[in-house]
């Protein structure tokens, strides 16, 4: 028990919040060392902060705690870079999709900066009678 490191001293040395870690243990990707079974209250080692700073990292890339999970379970580096190039597709279809929001905003604030200057017209039609066929 001398190398064990409380959550909250774990938390700041490896910048996640204790909220975070918590949640973490819960899901399985980081589980303390040891959990006092009287008090709840949770340990860890230095030898866990790497693992704790590569999630820490993964997760300021957007990157699924489920992804992460891979990247930390990876028997090896192909399968790694498999889990980093995937993430990486989608990081650059979100860019895309974003890129097209500001050309969008680009032209409406060149053309006015009001999205609302458009006419609406009110049409009476006359009423329609609608034939439904029932199979039978």
């Known amino acids: 028990m001398e190398n ?3 959550i909250g001293r774990f938390s700041r040395v490896c910048r996640l919040s204790i909220k975070v870690l918590r949640n973490y243990a819960d899901d399985g990707l980081l589980v303390p060392e040891w959990v006092d079974p009287w ?3 949770r340990y860890y080692t230095y030898a866990q902060v790497t693992r704790a700073e590569v999630i820490r990292l993964l997760r300021s890339l957007e990157m699924p705690l489920d992804e992460i999970r891979k990247v930390l ?3 090896d580096h192909d399968t790694v870079t498999e889990v980093l190039d995937r993430h990486r597709g989608r990081l650059e279809s979100h860019l895309d999709h974003y890129s097209r929001m500001l050309t969008f ?3 409406l604030i060149e053309e006015g900066g009001s999205p609302m200057q458009y006419d609406v017209t009110i049409k009476e039609l006359p009423a329609r009678m609608w034939r439904c066929s029932v199979p039978g």
């Open 4 to 6: 064990l490191i409380p």
């Open 39 to 41: 008090s709840g209250y």
């Open 73 to 75: 379970e990876a028997p």
């Open 105 to 107: 905003l680009h032209q």
